[in-house]
């Protein structure tokens, strides 16, 4: 019998601070025989389980009620084959350990996101994304998951195998524990970063052949303004270091420091935001840096938010961001916080939010504390008529029947879900909601 490290009375809040739970069992192995042991124990003791990771998802998703287990002592690179440029990883390494574990061996991930503070597993569980029209999320550059299921079954399930791997591409946890990942990587690469000022006029006409020219562009609309921030990225062969200690400190300064005292002036005078917006707007850093991809990518987030992304056709791009501004620009809802615009080409998961087609990202944010609810709600209902699929690691509206209309593979996903978790170790109230008909009893 393995003697599992164990913590009662364990605490739990995510990044956001909005979700939060208390008095639970918590977990911290290191190794597979402690992960299997610690899913038959809670089958056995009917309790369920979730796996924490960074808790960087808005969503309950990681939110535990009975038990919790964090892969923090599970982190790592195992193998690296240099000829087919695979490497495998500990699925509680996080992303910013990533990259320089890779570069050693002259290699990178083809893509990432803004954020790297995420664990493997719940950045690929979740559809963590970066941008770029020929280019897919995290989960997309896995090519062998090796998890452990509801009963203590170690899998190894390769990319296009079979449905397990459709599912697997976005699994929520609900799936297995995934204690070890294979990437495809791609050889190591710089890039080069600009940073620039466009109008909304600007992007509503160019959009399309920026998407088209860069390997990477993102655009935020600060609310109400005609001023955007583009950001792009093109692929260069060896970075010159053009940004200076100096320049690297004001721009975490006037990101993270000045707007999070402005943001803190509009929780207290919200009638500031329109004026914060406006200021923010023209005070974006503006300029040029070069470095490997996995320097580039991340970006400091020391300003807390809550957060609601949704996916829409690309075609619908610019006519959802018109609609946008249209509304914004009465200051209705009292929000400074830029609205972030990505692309991605589509994925064939069965939970993924692209559904195989080229999509839009419009991500919406509300400074923590602030209220948020009638301007997620309209979000909500505005990109709803655009044909919306919600990030799903982020706050959505999702419910068991809107589920069946968004993903056509819903139900594939369940009869997957069923025989890897029969006695539903891995789920919770909000999975019971999310996926059930209607909400049951937890164990």
């Known amino acids: 019998m393995l003697s599992l490290d164990k913590l009662r009375g364990g605490k739990f809040a995510n990044w956001s601070q909005n979700e939060r739970s208390t008095n639970f069992e918590l977990y911290t192995p290191s190794s597979i025989e402690e992960v299997t042991a610690i899913i038959a124990h809670s089958a056995t003791a009917n309790k369920n389980l979730r796996v924490i990771g960074a808790g960087h998802s808005f969503s309950p998703v990681a939110k535990p009620e009975h038990s919790a ?3 923090h002592n599970m982190r790592g690179m195992i193998t690296i084959d240099e000829d087919k440029q695979q490497a495998t990883f500990w699925a509680g390494t996080y992303l910013h350990e990533v990259g320089p574990l890779l ?10 996101g803004d954020i790297a503070e995420q664990s493997i597993a719940g950045a690929i569980s979740t559809g963590t994304h970066g941008t770029g029209l020929k280019l897919r999320s995290v989960s997309n550059q896995i090519v062998k998951w090796c998890f452990i299921d509801g009963q203590g079954h170690y899998q190894e399930v390769g990319r296009d195998q079979d449905d397990l791997s459709q599912a697997l591409h976005i699994s929520l946890g609900l799936l297995g524990v995934i204690v070890q990942v294979t990437f ?3 050889p190591l690469y710089a890039l080069r970063y600009t940073s620039s000022h466009v109008t909304l006029a600007d992007t509503l006409r160019d959009a ?3 998407l088209q020219q860069y ?5 935020f609309y600060f609310p109400g303004q005609e001023k955007m921030q583009l950001k792009t990225m093109e692929q260069i062969q060896l970075p010159i270091s053009t940004s200076t200690a100096w320049q690297k400190w004001t721009d975490d300064f006037m990101e993270n420091t000045v707007f999070h005292m402005l943001s803190s002036s509009c929780k207290w005078y919200p009638k500031a935001t329109k004026w914060v917006s406006k200021v923010s707007a023209n005070a974006v850093p503006v300029g040029t840096k070069e470095a490997y991809s996995y320097q580039i990518f991340p970006s400091p987030r020391k300003v807390r938010f809550v957060e609601m992304e949704y996916a829409i056709p690309l075609h619908q791009f610019e006519a959802a961001l018109e609609e946008i501004h249209y509304v914004l620009k009465s200051n209705p809802f009292k929000v400074h916080f830029p609205i972030e615009c990505r692309v991605s080409a589509g994925e064939t998961g069965f939970l993924s939010p ?15 504390g602030m209220p948020y609810e009638e301007y997620f709600k309209w979000a909500h209902n505005m990109m709803e008529s655009y044909g919306a699929r919600p990030h799903l690691g982020k706050m959505n509206k999702l419910t068991h029947e809107t589920m069946y209309e968004k993903y056509e593979d819903f139900s594939k996903f369940l009869n997957i879900r069923e025989k890897m978790d029969p006695n539903h170790v891995f789920m919770t109230p909000y999975f019971n909601h999310l996926l059930q008909p209607k909400t049951y009893s937890t164990k």
């Open 208 to 210: 399309q052949g920026i």
């Open 184 to 186: 495809q990587a791609v």
């Open 354 to 368: 692209t559904q195989g087609q080229n999509s839009a990202f419009f991500a919406f944010h509300m400074y923590k």
């Open 69 to 71: 287990m964090t892969l």
């Open 103 to 112: 570069a050693k061996y002259g290699l990178a991930l083809e893509n990432m």
């Open 215 to 219: 390997r990477h562009a993102e655009w």
